[in-house]
């Protein structure tokens, strides 16, 4: 796919990974929505590099584990810059606990932003890609999907969810040339790492990550952009990890 002129959606685009992803974006040529729940700086630093790379951007404020605002996120966007060509669902958030610790709100707040979301997204997008016959789409997982993880039980699951819903999804839509993708990114250094110890930074880059350094959010954005732009690769999920979720020992 040709990003220039082309219009793309960025779900948690006003910071980490989807902001990364959303200036990648715009830096070859594409304009570019990014959803937040807050019209704050961060948001609109994001909002000023998009349109400072001569391309146009918009903002749309949205907590889209809310069918409604997650339909109305995708028309706002549609309406400010054009059909949307490109979906990036990097919405998100951590649901720590085991199966008797964790909140039963908890547990389906989880769903509520990472399965449900993509799946009212989509809805609300994949038509006008269906009628151009060209469209991608990137879900945004984790490696948590893909082991076993102590304390993660609704984390895991959710996110283990959306590599099936792609490969699904993009069965489905090969026929009208719309590729659907997942990307299950390892340890990035992001506010949602922000509570980890030094302690737990450490063993995790002497023993976790064979490379032996966490990674960042242009690692991901690259990813992320090559799979957008390679006609040729959909119902994948791709992992960038520093070959964490290979290793035996």
Request: hydrophobic residues 45%; neutral net charge.
């Amino acid at each position: 796919m040709n990003l220039k002129n082309k219009v793309c959606l960025v779900t948690g685009g006003t910071k980490g990974i989807g902001a990364a992803c959303a200036v990648g974006l715009a830096r070859h040529g594409a304009h570019v929505g990014i959803n937040g729940r807050h019209d704050d700086k961060a948001a609109r630093q994001v909002l000023d590099q998009i349109e400072g790379l001569g391309v146009r951007g918009h903002l749309a404020i949205a907590d889209v584990s809310v069918p409604a605002e997650a339909m109305g996120c995708a028309e706002e966007v549609r309406s400010a810059l054009g059909p949307v060509d490109v979906l990036i669902h990097s919405a998100g958030g951590p649901a720590p606990g085991d199966i008797l610790g964790i909140a039963t709100e908890a547990w389906y707040a989880a769903f509520d932003i990472h399965v449900h979301a993509a799946f009212h997204l989509c809805r609300a997008t994949v038509p006008d890609m269906k009628r151009k016959r060209e469209g991608a789409i990137i879900l945004v997982s984790s490696v948590a999907a893909l082991r076993g993880c102590p304390n993660l039980v609704a984390y895991s699951t959710v996110k283990a969810a959306l590599p099936q819903f792609t490969r699904s999804l993009a069965r489905d839509l090969a026929g009208d040339n719309v590729r659907v993708n997942c990307i299950a990114p390892g340890i990035i250094r992001t506010l949602f790492h922000q509570n980890m110890t030094p302690e737990q930074a450490r063993h995790n880059i002497d023993n976790r990550i064979p490379l032996h350094r966490e990674g960042t959010v242009d690692d991901v954005a690259e990813m992320v952009l090559s799979l957008v732009t390679n006609d040729f690769i959909t119902g994948e999920t791709v992992t960038v990890d520093g070959g964490m979720t290979m290793r035996i020992v």
